[in-house]
């Protein structure tokens, strides 16, 4: 009977110390205050209401948010500008803190309470940066604006022909990079600065910049090697007519201040489609089957011819070049370089080594043609042209009903055959130490056409294709 007693008061006390200990855990785990100790970026939460932290926490976290931070720009054309911290891009949050409250309110009594025992007591706050929304202010037109645009450096040619050089002009911009660091380093803050001061002081930052160079600068060109005049030549138009005058001095334009890089190939195709397309060319006579005609572009190959020359006297490689059907007037026989769209073309190879920058200017009814480099001064070129034989011009006769029997008239004097060759010389100070033949060139026979009334008459060649040197050919013709 004692025993079935002492097992009743036994069930009843472990059932009495069961009931009061899940109640103390029931209190222990639903009391609103937060644990002792705890601390959220230097604020002490600890005691104070689970709810009522939540909402604190908010109006601190905006208060740093809305903290003003003054940015200084090293410029005095430039004005100090002032921002927010959330304007800059800083966000300052609690969420681990937050997460860990959430945990006292979830899960089962035992987990809540081992939430709560093993509550954390020193919370930082996270900041996170991102310069987006301070780009989006200090945009790329607000940089131009406020520190200018960049110049390149430019090489120009004095009137006496001196290369002269004008460095760039470098202009600052913001560094992005830098001052995301800065930034994130200066906003680090918690809320011991709400409590030290009643009135927030602006944070200042030094806006970090770096010089912007432009792409051409003073050094890059230095490196293409333009140093000085290596030569010059000329030839002149004469009594060349309007239309004339004007395709020489379009083809000059669109080969002035061109620049050829070393080993670059001058394209004296590519330099007409240019200034066809940008100025146009007119009639004036060109060369149709060794003879003289009316039609577009006639003067253009005087530039190829000119440029040629040029090249000769510098030591240039000539990768393509021949001479006119007929001698020109402007050039000893030898010395001049047709061109013929899509069938004769005009090329060399830039050998020096260096850049070489090339002008061409029509000025008081003469072509000049100047090349700018690299290249020894004790190094000269002389150019000699021989015609080493000359043959008579073929004679034809022609049938005319105009003339008397046994009279005849001279239609075309004609003009002979020359066969020329062109002899390159190199002098190193002044001494020869090469000459050799560079081209053989043949000039075509122009017949001597004679009318008469009766005799033998000849008959005329089958005509070869039609090629228009001189010009270009019209290709809206049939």
């Known amino acids: 009977m004692k025993k079935i007693h002492l097992t009743v008061i036994l069930l009843f006390s472990i059932l009495l110390i069961g009931s009061a200990s899940y109640g103390l855990l029931y209190m222990y785990v639903n009391q609103p205050a937060l644990p002792k100790g705890v601390r959220v970026g230097e604020w002490s939460v600890e005691g104070m209401n689970r709810k009522q932290v939540q909402q604190a926490l908010d109006e601190r976290l905006n208060q740093l948010k809305e903290w003003p931070v003054t940015i200084k720009v090293d410029d005095p054309a430039a004005k100090t500008m002032t921002f927010t911290a959330a304007q800059t ?59 200018g645009s960049p110049a390149d450096a430019v090489r120009r040619i004095t009137a006496s022909d001196k290369v002269q050089y004008i460095p760039e002009k470098g202009v600052r911009r913001i560094a992005w990079d830098e001052l995301a660091s800065l930034m994130q380093a200066t906003l680090h803050r918690d809320f011991a600065a709400l409590e030290h001061e009643a009135e927030p002081k602006p944070l200042l930052i030094q806006l970090p910049l770096y010089t912007l160079q432009p792409e051409i600068t003073l050094d890059s060109l230095r490196k293409e090697g333009i140093e000085r005049k290596i030569i010059q030549f000329s030839t002149s138009l004469g009594s060349s007519s309007e239309g004339r005058i004007h395709n020489v001095s379009a083809a000059a334009q669109a080969v002035n ?13 590519k330099i007409i489609r240019k200034a066809e397309e940008d100025y146009g060319f007119r009639e004036a006579p060109v060369i149709v ?42 050039l000893p026989k030898g010395l001049d370089a047709t061109f013929a769209s899509g069938s004769i073309n005009f090329r060399f190879k830039n050998n020096t080594g260096k850049s070489l920058l090339i002008q061409a200017e029509v000025k008081n009814n003469l072509l000049t043609v100047k090349f700018f480099g690299t290249f020894p001064e004790n190094v000269t070129y002389e150019l000699e042209s021989h015609t080493i034989e000359t043959l008579s011009a073929p004679v034809k006769y022609v049938a005319s009903n105009a003339l008397p029997d046994g009279v005849q008239q001279v239609l075309q004097n004609g003009q002979p055959c020359y066969i020329v060759e062109t002899v390159r010389t190199k002098k190193v100070d002044g001494n020869i ?12 026979a122009q017949n001597r056409l004679i009318a008469r009334s009766s005799g033998q008459i000849n008959l005329p060649n089958p005509q070869e294709p039609s090629v228009v040197e001189d010009g270009i050919s019209d290709t809206k013709q049939p």
């Open 89 to 147: 891009g800083a966000n300052y949050s609690a969420d681990d803190f937050r997460a860990a409250v959430q945990q006292l309110d979830e899960g089962n009594l035992w987990e809540r309470a081992y939430a709560r025992y093993h509550f954390t007591q020193e919370w930082p706050l996270k900041l996170t940066y991102h310069s987006k929304p301070l780009q989006e202010q200090l945009h790329a037109a607000w940089e131009k604006e406020t520190f």
């Open 257 to 269: 201040d061109m620049v050829l890089p070393p080993n670059g190939t001058f394209d004296y195709e």
């Open 289 to 330: 089957n060794g003879r003289l005609t009316p039609g577009i572009g006639g003067g253009i190959c005087q530039v190829s011819s000119t440029v040629y020359n040029a090249a000769l006297l510098t030591g240039l490689d000539i990768v393509e070049r021949r001479n006119h059907s007929l001698p020109v007037k402007y």
């Open 433 to 444: 130490v090469e000459s050799k033949t560079i081209t053989r060139d043949t000039y075509k």
